[in-house]
């Protein structure tokens, strides 16, 4: 029998500010992290958590990463030594493009200087592993520790490759999450020529004026343990992560599936891993990018995962309050979902305010609410279940489901 | 124009990059790369840093076997006599 997988500590830096409850209370209400067109992470400082020399050693995505685990590993009582043998914990941070600012750095450094003076850290700053490797030897995690890639998906991937490790018995515990800083002149000019970035500057998923996504840079990590290990050492979870569902569109490079099928299949494999109906689901995190595509097909998945449900279910977005994380997205928002659990307050979809034609699910457009429980007819009590989307693109679909511990 | 090498020019400017990666401790002549916590991908930084200022080149070779700061000062003072 595999086992059951408990959140025991989160940590975030995202443009709402440092930490992962900073994040939820000030979505909830209603304040907004993007400025000028994109989201950054004006507040962190990364000398606050690594030493000079180690900062210099670390492209941005990681050590925004490395102030993301402390956070995560004060949370979940870990900060005075890991209570599991550091073969037994593994470490799975998913990332967008890595270190790319170190990369165009290096690049100009070799067009303008030659070879010879490009840099020898060039490499272990911009690799997509960077940030997992961090963590590792930070913090001495000898299991199976990797990077995952799969654009916007890649924080959902990496958090649903650690559950999964532990369920197989081969972790007891799992650092996980997503890390990304990729908002470069290159980035953003790529982005833009493939027509994805809002050119309004404006982040209004669902709503019928959205025009793309703004560009936005953090990073979530998730302490996942063993649930009997992490009962047997007293710990207090955050929520249960109870189901993992993961898909491909395989349809085009970029657009989703305009029948969401990929999306739709991975809401329903989420659920049936988590054995939980459609009835029981009392919010869904949305991907809702703002962008014309994505928030349509994924609109048309939730209606055809959730069945008669769907309309009920309110649906928010926290890209409306932060932007779009890229690889880190998926854990950031899975942390947001966690919390929406905890608190039992589902925050809004910001900036929503025209309906756009067949796009007419609840977006919580009017502010904050409390969480209900399901349609109200399932055997939980008082534990609600909510699931994470996340696609990114190349059609990769990820989907996250936890419930309230 | 690359800066005279003389032992007072080799030891400022190494001892400023040193400080600048961030060395831990205290950066003497006796201190030793482990003592500062200067690894391989140290010393490589601080081979380019040479080559930029005084034009010297050290190859991977020459590095390898520093044990001291001040070792590596009369490295590049030997190299461009």
Redesign the interface.
């Given at each position: 029998m595999k086992s059951r997988v408990v959140i025991t500590g989160v940590g975030a830096v995202t443009p709402l500010g440092v930490g992962a409850a900073t994040l939820h209370s000030r979505w909830a209400a209603g304040e907004c992290g993007i400025e000028d067109g994109a989201a950054r992470c004006d507040e962190f400082e990364p000398t606050e958590f690594m030493?000079?020399?180690?900062?210099?050693?670390s492209d941005r995505f990681a050590q925004l990463a490395v102030a993301a685990c402390a956070e995560a590993m004060e949370d979940a009582g870990w900060s005075d030594g890991l209570p599991y043998d550091g073969d037994e914990v593994g470490c799975v941070i998913g990332t967008g493009v890595g270190g790319l600012d170190s990369l165009e750095r290096q690049h100009d450094v070799l067009r303008d200087r030659g070879a010879?003076?490009v840099?020898?850290?060039s490499v272990?700053l911009l690799m997509g592993n960077a940030a997992s490797a961090q963590l590792a030897m930070r913090h001495g995690f000898r299991g199976q520790t990797y990077g995952v890639v799969s654009a916007c998906a890649a924080g959902a991937h990496a958090i649903g490759s650690a559950m999964r490790m532990i369920e197989q018995g081969e972790a007891a515990a799992a650092v996980t999450g997503g890390a990304e800083s990729a908002i470069t002149p290159l980035a953003e000019a790529a982005f833009r020529s493939m027509g994805a970035i809002s050119e309004s500057g404006v982040c209004r998923p669902f709503d019928r004026r959205r025009d793309g996504f703004v560009m936005g840079e953090g990073a979530g990590v998730l302490i996942l343990e063993d649930a009997d290990a992490a009962r047997r050492r007293g710990a207090e979870p955050v929520a249960e992560l109870i189901g993992y569902g993961a898909t491909s569109d395989a349809f085009h490079l970029t657009a989703p599936d305009p029948d969401g099928d990929g999306a739709a299949r991975a809401i329903e494999l989420a659920l049936a891993d988590a054995q939980v109906g459609a009835g029981e689901v009392s919010y869904v995190n949305a991907h809702g990018t703002s962008t014309p595509l994505n928030d349509r097909s994924e609109t048309v998945a939730l209606k055809t995962a959730l069945g008669d449900e769907a309309g009920r279910v309110p649906v928010s977005s926290t890209k409306s309050a932060i932007g779009h994380l890229l690889g880190a997205a998926g854990a950031v928002e899975a942390i947001a979902t966690a919390f929406t659990l905890r608190e039992r307050l589902i925050a809004p979809t910001l900036g929503y305010g025209e309906p756009d034609e067949g796009l007419d699910l609840d977006y919580v457009p009017e502010g904050s609410r409390a969480l209900g429980n399901g349609n109200g007819n399932g055997m939980l009590g008082t534990r609600a279940v909510a699931i994470s989307n996340s696609f990114g693109f190349g059609g990769h679909n990820a989907v996250l489901c936890l419930r309230s511990a | 124009m690359a800066t005279a090498v003389t032992t007072e020019s080799v030891e400022s400017k190494l001892f400023a990059a040193l400080k600048e990666m961030g060395a831990e401790g205290e950066v003497t002549r006796e201190a030793t790369f482990e003592q500062l916590d200067v690894d391989s991908l140290d010393l490589v930084e601080l081979a380019q840093v040479v080559e930029d200022e005084f034009g010297v080149e050290l190859g991977g070779d020459d590095v390898k076997d520093l044990q001291t700061v001040g070792e590596a000062v009369d490295l590049v003072v030997a190299k461009a006599a």
């Open positions: 030493s000079a020399k180690e900062a210099r050693r010879k003076a840099s020898p850290l272990p | -």
